[in-house]
């Protein structure tokens, strides 16, 4: 039952894993003490994106769970872990249905398979992204934990010829009445050979023992003694560093290379012109460093990008002038405005971002004996991966094998739809001749300066107000280089020219607006452009949190019932709300000059989170105290899970609130690494408390949610603080005046 | 030929003794714990110690190593170690966990000359290590639960 493919595929997730799991291997392989649970998937949805055909293939179950003669169930995760802890939260779900002992969990990455492993959420293409991992994986590692919870019950029911009924489990043991008792390891072998249920019973929620309790975390142990593998700790036999000169600016081409200097750096092995620039291909990531140095480049800048951050900003500015295309409207929201008593108007700017994970992009990349390619990485979209690899290498990308080891963050970066740094690497590969492993190796300066950016965005805002507060009409134009537009996710996700992921969070509002209009632009330029940690709503939530402030202000109503007003059709929001704010103590804020609360609520990816900022705010400085979150995620499985990505997300977003920003001068970018680029640091971390909705509602991600109201939550308490309105990002702390 | 003391063992590198330690420890030695994050002193992933003090690897040169002795993530023990170590775990400080190796490693320095670092002490002795993760609050707390369980 075991195939053979997941077999040898699979990764340990420490290196002391090895031994064991070559001892359960072996084990396997004689058909003793294993056990696979498969799931059969609809594959018409692979078959129609060109994947491989299985209908003639012997039956591949889809194997999610496997459980040991030692005991030990391991979950296969299909989904990339850069730290959100969708290991734990996969394995959790599972040990729910099977009633296991936490201490018997174990998880290995899958392979790249997407006819076993696609994301539910994403249709036939395995991926990770948009908070999906654990809401695609519910019902699917349910009915997988379920399915294997009653093969086991059905091994011991036969053996100790009772009814399988009568035989209950807890924590990983199985008892009957009569007084017989066993664990699952002893019953593997025969599990394996029961019929697998096609419907198994799941459990009612009400009996969850795991879901929704605090599990130690899978990955604590070997990212706590060095052990954990990433991308960059890969040594293949041979392997060869590869360092990759690109461009200064983007789009433009190379026009010649003198690398005789490169050469004769000892350590330097070859250097190869590749579609994305010129690769240094040393025996040590040291030597690959100096080689580049040493290369004396001139570029052809025909192509290329030459804006300055002020003449692009100017340009947005201009094109928000005119009418953009529509992405939702009601009612005639001009005419609204017109016969309004008070109209306010406000404009709001967005800097590119760079993610810049600590782990700085990286693969490895050989070619087996058969012909075959394997690839190592931290594999975010693995078949597209896959198909780009191959195109590449000249081969299909069924003979591309990738190994998902632990990313160091990505935040969006390793998920682009060119594959881009494995298509360097495969790009590589060929032009060294296919001889060593490469392994490619972005700096972190690549990082900084290397694109991918979440988009600069401009909004500009205009609503009315009546005579009591209340909003007559909402108009709102967005200015922005459309992510997916240009890519061949293009036909799949925009409709009408307007690309949802850059108004997701504005044209959706949850709030009542009697009439509204908003519109986008999509700006073209040359500057490669990506979803970023929460995507649209980097931006949509900041400009519509804020603004909803100010006329909370206008309306001289206080912020959280305003907004409460405006939110009766959308309870769940409206309970994260309160709950923030009950938790914050908003009601009995200690408002004073210089130190003020701020609130913002915003949904994304079907989560629901508020937050109240506490900040101290004098000239030129702004220090965030506290920050008080709620969160809506349905069904908590791993509240402390849930909490850590909160509190990640007020870590990972400060440093853009306060200073980030990716700026260009005649084309050129002019951050290069973490002393202009700097991330948010310990002395800088507010204490952050996270509350958890109680919620029966299927599960929603929490990587990214926890991230769009930081912004305006901090901006509001700062006009709390001072009266001053910082809109744009990141805020104009250099400007603000004392109070 | 250099030779290094690394985790108590002995070691003997051939590689340009302006390279960075850091590179002659993941690239030659092969122990990949230490990490790379920026390569300019900016963000401490790849902190180890020299005897016994954290420093900053891809800023110390292969060739100024000298006798001093090396401890990576791989090489640590001793009780501050192991508080540390299993405060971290306790509290499920790690996300990512890339940047932990350096965190801990400068943690391990903090505890070893201050047995009770009030959060001004951690913000001194921890700013130089970026978690990009944000995993700051855990690491304090852990930092505080270590000492705790060395008093
Ligand atoms: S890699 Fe040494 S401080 Fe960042
Ligand atoms: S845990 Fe990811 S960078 Fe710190």
Known sequence: ?739 | MTTLTLNGRTYEVEADPEMPLLWAIRDHLNLTGTKYGCGIAQCGACTVHLDGQPVRACQTRLGDVGAAKITTIEGISGPVAEAVRTAWRKLDVVQCGYCQSGQMMSAIGLLSDNKAPSDADIDAAMDGNVCRCGTYQRIRAAIHDAARSLA
């Open chain 1, 1 to 739: 039952m075991l195939n053979s493919r997941i077999k040898t595929r699979q990764v340990p997730l420490r290196e002391d894993a090895v031994t064991s799991r070559r001892t359960f291997l072996r084990g396997s392989a004689t058909a003793a003490g294993a056990l696979v649970i498969g799931l059969t998937l609809d594959l018409k949805g692979a078959r129609a994106a060109g994947g491989p055909d299985l209908s003639k293939a012997p039956a591949k179950p889809n194997a999610f769970v496997r459980i040991a003669a030692d005991d030990t169930v391991t979950v296969v995760i299909k989904h990339l872990d850069m730290g959100q802890g969708n290991t734990t939260g996969l394995a959790t779900i599972v040990a729910e249905e099977l009633d296991a002992d936490w201490g018997q969990m174990r998880a290995v990455f899958a392979p790249a398979d997407a006819s076993l492993y696609n994301n539910l959420a994403f249709g036939p293409i395995q991926g990770t992204g948009g908070s999906t991992a654990v809401a695609n994986s519910w019902i699917q590692l349910r009915k997988a934990g379920a399915a294997a919870r009653a093969m086991l019950v059905a091994a011991a029911s036969a053996e100790w010829k009772v009814p399988a009924g009568e035989i209950t489990i807890e924590k990983g043991v199985m008892r009957h009445k009569s007084g017989k008792e066993g664990r699952f390891g002893a019953f593997a072998a025969k599990a394996a050979v029961q019929p697998i249920p096609e419907n198994p019973a799941l459990k009612d929620p009400a009996a969850f023992r795991l879901i929704g309790t605090t599990l130690k975390r899978l990955d604590s142990d070997a990212k706590t003694d060095g052990s954990a593998k990433y991308a960059l700790d890969v040594r293949r036999p041979g392997q060869l560093t590869a360092l990759v000169a690109r461009a200064p600016r983007f789009g433009a081409t190379l026009k010649s290379v003198d690398d005789t200097a490169a050469k004769a750096v000892p350590g330097v092995v070859q250097v190869v012109r590749i579609p994305s620039g010129v690769a240094v291909v040393a025996r040590d990531t040291w030597s690959a460093m100096k080689g580049r140095e040493a290369l004396t480049l001139t570029w052809d800048d025909a192509g290329a990008e030459r804006q300055s951050t002020e003449s692009q900003a100017a340009a947005y500015k201009a094109l928000a002038d005119k009418p953009g295309l529509v992405a939702s409207q009601r009612g005639d929201a001009a005419g609204a405005i017109k016969g309004a008593a008070k109209v306010l108007e406000a404009e709001f700017s967005f800097p590119y971002l760079a993610h810049a994970p600590m782990e700085p992009l990286n693969a490895t990349i050989e070619r087996a004996g058969d012909g075959s390619y394997d690839i190592y990485a931290g594999s975010q979209f693995q078949t597209i991966e896959q198909a780009v690899a191959a195109g590449i290498l000249g081969t299909t990308a069924d003979k591309v094998r990738i190994t998902t080891l632990w990313a160091g963050g990505s935040f969006g970066r390793r998920a682009t739809a060119s594959a881009d740094y494995i298509a360097e690497a495969a790009a590589i590969l060929k032009a060294t001749g296919e001889k060593a492993p490469i392994h490619l190796v972005w700096t972190r300066e690549d990082d900084i300066t290397g694109g991918y950016y979440r988009p600069a965005a401009y909004h500009r805002i205009r609503a009315g107000l009546d005579a009591k507060g209340a909003i007559t009409g909402w108009e709102h134009r967005i200015v922005g280089k459309s992510i997916i537009i240009g890519t061949p996710l293009e036909a799949m996700m925009v409709k009408d020219g307007v690309d949802a992921t850059t108004v997701e969070g504005a044209s959706d509002t949850p709030y009542a607006l009697p009439a509204y209009r908003f519109e986008v632009h999509n700006a073209r330029e040359g500057v490669p452009v990506l979803w970023w940690r929460s995507v649209g709503h980097s931006h949509t939530a900041q400009a519509m949190e804020v603004f909803v402030d100010e006329l909370a202000h206008a309306a001289g109503q206080d912020p959280v019932a305003y907004r409460l007003g405006l939110l009766k059709q959308a309870p769940r929001l409206s309970a994260a709300l309160t709950l923030a704010a009950e938790k914050a103590g908003w009601s009995a804020r200690d408002q004073k000059p210089g130190r003020g609360y701020g609130v913002a609520a915003h949904e994304s990816f079907g989560s629901y989170v508020a937050m109240v900022a506490d900040v101290t705010a004098e000239a030129g400085k702004v220090k965030v105290n506290r920050i008080v979150a709620a969160v809506d995620v349905g069904v908590a499985v791993n509240p402390d899970v849930i909490r850590a990505q909160v509190e990640g997300a007020v870590g990972f977003a400060l440093s853009s609130v306060l200073r980030n920003r990716i700026t260009f001068k005649d084309g050129e970018v002019q951050e290069k690494n973490f002393d202009t680029y700097e991330p948010t640091r310990m002395s800088e971390m507010p204490k952050v408390e996270v509350h958890i909705v109680p919620s029966a509602a299927a599960p929603t991600g929490i990587g990214e949610p926890g991230v769009p109201v930081l912004a305006p939550a901090i901006a509001n308490a700062v006009f709390a603080a001072t009266g001053q309105r910082l809109r744009s990002l990141p805020l104009d702390v250099a400007g603000l005046r004392g109070v």
